[in-house]
């Protein structure tokens, strides 16, 4: 609002000044001793020749000044050609210099309390200053140009609503307000205010440089539009829309802070300044970071090269379709949602900190890659360095370990999971899609869920738990305290096609006496066992049958059963089991609870019986 009144309040000026200057002798007669088209004179004014004008002054001639002309109260309206040549000086002290002509200024053009309009064409190839109680207004369909020997220095306020051109050099030491066109084909420097205006076009051509130094502000509530090369050491707020194709750079002490649209299709190199984006950020060229760049609340969307070495923080939506590089001093953390649909390379500090990481595209890690999040993988990811899963990794596609991957929350692999490195698993990991590689893979607490093929070097469960109908394809150690089921919420069959090395615990389901009724946990190589407690439960309604029988482990040889100790529960009422075990089978046979006598006799009779090596029998009531 206070732009707006701002605004107005100068609009208001300008047709005072305007008002003033054209208005009929009778109404100015009071306020001006009054020459009415009266000639300035001497023309041309000689160099070493003094024009003062205290009063109203119109110019319908081409006057050439290579002298001096001051207005000291003085009004001078320019309705023809007023040229100040190289030698002249031409000052508005406390008056007002109205241009509804041509003015050329090739010489001094000084404005220090006054007001100086320009409503028709103002060229400037000399020295034009603007000091700090002074007024310079481009009004509407005007046009004023400074050409590349000319400069412009302004201290005090430079409204433009028509079409300022800049080829030379142009300081801004003051408040400059653009509503309508800024071209720069030059040199535009920022030290104050720059402030591009609703429906205002600025626009930094490809040989211009646009410079905000450190204590200035450029705000774009317009478009802006960078061709050549914007530098940012100050502040560079944009709420607008913000084109970049050519180089911006945001310094180490500058703030670029983005609330509307900034499109790069250029360089955008943050220089370890502050690049905030609220709104909406398109990078389809070249986005360099080593400062903060941080994605609030806006969309950062790449399709060209986004290059981090610094601080990367995305607390919105941020979308590769590009390349996005994460360097060895770049950190980027994500907390909300990060979709990779190109390539994505980190060589740094990668976190996914409560977000979610989509990854449809190529997302290799080099460095460290930490999610607490939500992580889904539908193409490639590739690790070499060290991946910490805390939250939820899903992998659809292929992901390729070499490094070391650890697993502290849930991990979901319904696709290729390549492990040549270190895969360790505290927390839950599921696979009914295949693991493969030559690498180890280490549980010390949790469980893996295998419905799928897992094939390792070395499975070395040493905490936690293991189930599902798929297959281990490797050498599997299992330590004491680790519980194994076959089946998941049915019975089923696991396999381990290597050699298994077991002191752990065994629950076995019997639901029923046909295949799949059942679990059973096949070792196609050699087993042995140095302790724990095998439970046999019966479930899902199923109490047993006298005579039923279910051979629930089968190994190609086994060692280490009488390390074992054993448990059946469910049994019906007037049931008993028997377990029998052979150099490459286990099983469970329902029997019935032998009387009082007759069990009395029975263990006296076994007293006397020897069993066949390799074979042993246990009853229990």
Sequence with gaps: MSKLVLSHHKRLNIAIVRAVSMAIPALVAGFFPFSANAALAPNPNPIGNTITLTSYEDNLDYFINEGVVSLSFGVLVNNGTLENRFDGSLSIDYGALSNDGILYNDGTLRNYYGTLGNYGSLTNTGT??????GSLVNDYYATLINNGSGSVTNWGSLTNYG?????????????????????????????????????????????????????????NYGTLSNDGWLGNDGTLNNSGSLFNAGTLQNHFSGALINDGTLNNSGILDNLGGILGNSGDLYNSGTLNNSGILHNAVGLLDNYGILDNA????????????????????????????????????NYGTLNNSGGTLYNSGTLTNYGSLTNSGAQYNDRILDNIGSLTNNGSLTNNSMLFNSGSLHNNGVLYNYGSLNNTGSLTNSSIITNSGVLTGEGTYIQTAG???????????????????????GTFNGTVNIAAGVVVTPGFFLPGTLVINGDLYSGGDYVFHIAGTAPGQYDVLQVNGVLTLSGGHVTLELTHG???????????????????????T?????????????????????????????????????LAGLCLVGYMARRRTLMSI
């Design 128 to 133: 034009l200053d603007n000091y700090s109680g």
């Design 163 to 219: 079409n300022l051109e800049n080829n030379g050099f142009l300081d801004n030491s003051g408040s400059l307000y653009n509503n309508v066109t800024l071209n720069n084909a030059g040199i535009l420097i920022n030290q104050v205010t720059l402030t591009n205006d609703y429906g205002g076009t600025l626009t930094n051509n490809y040989s211009g440089q646009l410079a905000n130094f450190i204590f200035g502000t450029l705000d």
């Design 310 to 345: 610094g601080e990367l923080y995305n607390s919105s939506s941020l979308t590769n379709a590009g390349s996005l590089t994460n360097g060895n001093t770049g950190s980027l953390v994500n907390y909300d949602s990060l979709n990779n649909y190109g390539t994505l390379n």
């Design 447 to 469: 469980e893996t869920m295998n419905g799928g093929s897992m094939t390792q070097s070395l499975f070395d469960f040493q905490g936690g738990a293991i189930s599902g109908i």
């Design 542 to 564: 199923y109490t047993g049958n006298l005579g039923d029988s279910f051979s629930f482990l089968v190994a190609g040889s086994s060692s280490g059963w009488d390390n074992l």
């Design 566 to 602: 054993w448990s059946v529960t469910g049994l019906g009422a007037g049931l008993g089991y028997e377990i029998a075990y052979t150099d490459n089978n286990a099983s469970l046979k329902i029997t019935a609870v032998p009387e009082a006598e007759t069990y009395a006799m029975m």
